[in-house]
């Protein structure tokens, strides 16, 4: 049995990756948020729990601490919101930001209830759409295709539930 073959992309550099990402921040996060979670990726980093290196997570402290490049990479790099928090806002307009996920909106469609649902056409009766069904003549050459199409114009409508029963064998020897 053959083992799968893994790929492992290269990763992305320090400086299109981005700061906010490498310390896992947002891009207004605090100072004290900062260092707690700089503290915390140093700490995982020795135990190298983490696809980032120890460089890379003192140089992502380094660039957020620097107004002047922390507003260079804010602009450079890879970050899930704009400047003016575009996202943000529309997460917490619409009632899902944080940990509470109940929206603030209602849908445009609700579900009916299909108990009582009854459709505006006309629905056939399955026997009369039986009958609108033409057999086509079977060459003589090909008997067994005759009895088949018989069958399919008895069984049910549904193609995924089709089953055709067995012809009985009968004996040609005289």
């Keep these: ?9 290269a990763p992305l550099p320090r400086e299109q990756l981005g ?22 990726r140093v700490i995982a980093a020795r135990k190298n729990q983490l696809k980032v290196s120890l460089e890379d997570v003192n140089w ?5 601490n620097d107004p002047d490049r922390r507003l260079r ?4 790099s890879l970050n899930p919101d704009t400047a003016d928090h575009t996202l943000r806002q529309l997460a917490e307009r619409f009632g899902i930001s944080g940990n509470t996920v109940v929206p603030r909106w209602q849908p ?8 009582d649902y009854a459709p505006n056409v ?16 079977v060459p003589l050459e090909l ?24 012809e009985p064998i009968k004996d040609s020897a005289p």
């Excluded at 295709?145 to 409508?157: D, R, T, Y």
């Design 1 to 9: 049995m053959t083992q799968p073959v893994v790929l492992e992309l």
């Design 19 to 40: 700061p906010f990402v490498v310390l896992g921040v947002d891009k207004d996060a605090n100072r004290e948020t900062i260092e707690a979670s700089w503290a915390q």
């Design 60 to 64: 992502a402290r380094e660039v957020i």
């Design 73 to 76: 990479a804010d602009a450079t």
């Design 108 to 115: 445009f469609d609700e579900e009916k209830a299909l108990a």
């Design 122 to 137: 006309e629905v056939p009766a399955i026997d009369d759409v039986r009958q609108t069904i033409a057999v086509p003549e």
């Design 143 to 166: 008997p067994a295709v005759a009895w088949l199409v018989e069958q399919f114009v008895k069984e049910p409508l549904d193609p995924w539930n089709l089953s055709l029963t067995p």
